[in-house]
């Protein structure tokens, strides 16, 4: 089974930028296509992106579209989530995730998803 490891949270100012990872092991990574989700004090969990297996296709929400770039590195075992033009509203748990076979190429719901990994909080300030 894939494990997923979150990294690269922290304080940010508004309008600052911020990288997150998310580091797989297993040998199978390579295999399956996956998602940022992010989850704020009283709110569900939401979808954020996804990108294809090998990285050729990304699709994004609409509150962070050209804001947020998703990226991996199937060589390194390692997902990225690139934030520009933070804003308060984004200050949240951010997870990544697998997704599920048989989900659909630009699936969001959490359902679609496993694999999860613990976490990293992402707090902004103004």
């Known amino acids: 089974q894939v494990q997923l490891v979150e990294s690269g949270g922290g304080l940010v100012q508004a309008g600052g930028s911020l990288r997150l990872s998310c580091a797989a092991s297993?040998?199978?990574?390579?295999?399956?296509?996956m998602g940022w989700f992010r989850q704020a004090p009283g709110k569900e969990r939401e979808f954020v992106g996804g990108?294809?297996?090998?990285?050729?296709?990304?699709y994004y929400a609409d509150s962070v579209k050209g804001r947020f770039t998703i990226s991996r590195d199937n060589a390194k075992n390692t997902a990225y989530l690139q934030m520009n033009s933070l804003k308060s509203g984004d200050t949240a748990v951010y997870y990544c995730?697998?997704?599920?076979?048989?989900?659909?190429?630009?699936?969001?719901?959490?359902?679609?998803?496993?694999?999860w990994g613990q976490g990293t909080q992402v707090t902004v300030s103004s």
């Open positions: 995730a697998l997704r599920r076979p048989g989900a659909g190429v630009t699936a969001t719901k959490t359902q679609d998803f496993g694999s």
């Open positions: 297993g040998r199978t990574f390579s295999s399956y296509a």
């Open positions: 990108i294809s297996s090998s990285g050729g296709s990304t």
